[in-house]
T-cell receptor
Framework: DAGVIQSPRHEVTEMGQEVTLRCKPI?????LFWYRQTMMRGLELLIY??????IDDSGMPEDRFSAKMPNASFSTLKIQPSEPRDSAVYFC???????WGTGQFFGPGTRLTVL | QQPVQSPQAVILREGEDAVINCSSS?????VHWYRQKHGEAPVFLMI?????EQKGHDKISASFNEKKQQSSLYLTASQLSYSGTYFC????????????FGQGTTLQVKP
């Protein structure tokens, strides 16, 4: 059974460019989470969806960030325009029923570098 | 709102024991523990729900004291494979999947 799939695994871009990160959750999972991890701020929740509906986006840093989940098997996190301070590892995670039994399953992450 | 973990880092020899603590200033419904190895994604270890239960997973166990809003992770007879960063994630209610993660505790087990 495939785990959470993220693409690309690495992204290097220049300041001001648009960046789109992609995630395919585990089939059957009804929750999807986007996290950002940096040394300074640790693991931060950006936004999460339940049944494709955004539930809490209070962690989205600013309007430059947006996330969508058009269907149960796909989600995107977009940064436009990107800035050097957005450099981080972005994780997508999914879970069934909030993860109360089996926790959240994390994808391998996308390492974003903004020059 | 972020839970506080202690210690920040610990170095052990194989076979030694360790305790990692997680404290919150808010009432908690559950505490989740994850381990992340360098360059990899966090991996779920266990969840503790309100009720003070203790759970075990091989030689790794945890407790949850909801009155004190604290959880502790116990690593017994540590192995090299236990090395990594341990995170606690806390949830304040049962009707949300949202977790707030602590800053992490780095554990290094040496031969």
């Amino acid at each position: 059974d495939a785990g959470v799939i993220q693409s690309p695994r690495h992204e290097v871009t220049e300041m001001g460019q648009e960046v789109t990160l992609r995630c395919k959750p585990i089939s059957g999972h009804d929750y999807l989470f986007w996290y950002r991890q940096t040394m300074m701020r640790g693991l931060e929740l950006l936004i999460y969806f339940n049944n494709n509906v955004p539930i809490d986006d209070s962690g989205m840093p600013e309007d430059r960030f947006s996330a969508k989940m058009p269907n149960a098997s796909f989600s995107t996190l977009k940064i436009q325009p990107s800035e050097p301070r957005d450099s981080a590892v972005y994780f997508c995670a999914s879970s069934f029923n909030g993860g109360w039994g089996t926790g959240q399953f994390f994808g391998p992450g996308t390492r974003l570098t903004v020059l | 709102q972020q839970p506080v973990q202690s210690p920040q880092a610990v170095i052990l020899r194989e076979g030694e024991d360790a305790v990692i603590n997680c404290s919150s200033s808010k009432a908690l419904y559950s505490v989740h523990w994850y381990r992340q190895k360098h360059g990899e994604a966090p991996v779920f270890l266990m969840i503790l729900l309100k009720g003070g239960e203790q759970k075990g997973h091989d030689k790794i166990s945890a407790s949850f004291n909801e009155k004190k809003q604290q959880s502790s992770l116990y690593l017994t007879a540590s192995q090299l494979s236990y090395s990594g960063t341990y995170f606690c994630g806390t949830a304040g209610s049962s009707n949300t999947g949202k977790l707030i993660f602590g800053q992490g505790t780095t554990l290094q087990v040496k031969p």
